[in-house]
T-cell receptor, first 116, second 114 residues
């Protein structure tokens, strides 16, 4: 496997279900990100982890719970979601998350989530 | 202040033509302006990026033009090819505060007709 991988690629869940999205990066990076991509809207940053520590939470509802056990893996735990949470969830990684310079972000293919 | 406005929302160009996508921003502290290309079923990939100390950057058929006084930047795709058909996103961020935080435009869906 190379780059950033995400599983599953597609997920349909009911509003009372609990599911998890998984992201793995094979680039040796130290920062990982979750984005939400909805139709006709800009990509929205949800969470950032830098060296396994959460450094950004962009006012995301608590029904989304991230977990970063190590620099290569990132999870997004989902529970009691709403239909408006249906979207493409993208994971990305970069060398670091720094206030001194810009590091290119590499995106995975995303998980297409449908909440019924 | 944090928004990046992108236009047009969609664009159809004939093969060999020039595709132009525009973005405007308000926050003068932004100092990094990347463009991402996204094909269906794939995540966005960095295409080209510019910093405000230059007015133009060219990589192959792709050129970013940057107008600091107007707070605008644009992507030009010369000799557009059907393989360029994708969604393009502009973005902006700033050094010195959450540098990794990219503010994205709404995206432009480009279709290049053979």
């Amino acid at each position: 496997e190379t780059g950033v991988t995400q599983t599953p690629r597609h997920l349909v869940m009911g509003m009372t279900n609990k599911k998890s999205l998984k992201c793995e990066q094979h680039l040796g990076h130290n920062a990982m990100y979750w984005y939400k991509q909805s139709a006709k809207k800009p990509l929205e940053l949800m969470f950032v982890y830098n060296f396994k520590e959460q450094t950004e939470n962009n006012s995301v509802p608590s029904r989304f719970s991230p977990e970063c056990p190590n620099s290569s893996h990132l999870f997004l735990h989902l529970h009691t979601l709403q239909p408006e949470d249906s979207a493409l969830y993208l994971c990305a990684s970069s060398q670091e998350y720094s206030d001194r310079t810009h590091y290119e972000q590499y995106f995975g293919p995303g998980t297409r989530l449908t909440v019924t | 202040q944090q928004q990046v406005k992108q236009s047009p929302q969609s664009l159809i160009v004939q093969k060999g033509g020039i595709s132009i996508i525009n973005c405007a921003y308000e926050n003068t502290a932004f100092d990094y302006f990347p463009w991402y290309q996204q094909f269906p079923g794939k995540g966005p990939a960095l295409l080209i990026a510019i910093r405000p100390d230059v007015s133009e950057k060219k990589e192959g058929r792709f050129t970013i033009s940057f107008n600091k006084s107007a707070k605008q930047f644009s992507l030009h795709i010369m000799d557009s090819q059907p393989g360029d058909s994708a969604t393009y996103f502009c973005a902006a961020s700033r050094t010195g505060g959450n540098t990794g935080k990219l503010i994205f435009g709404q995206g432009t869906t480009l279709q290049v007709k053979p």
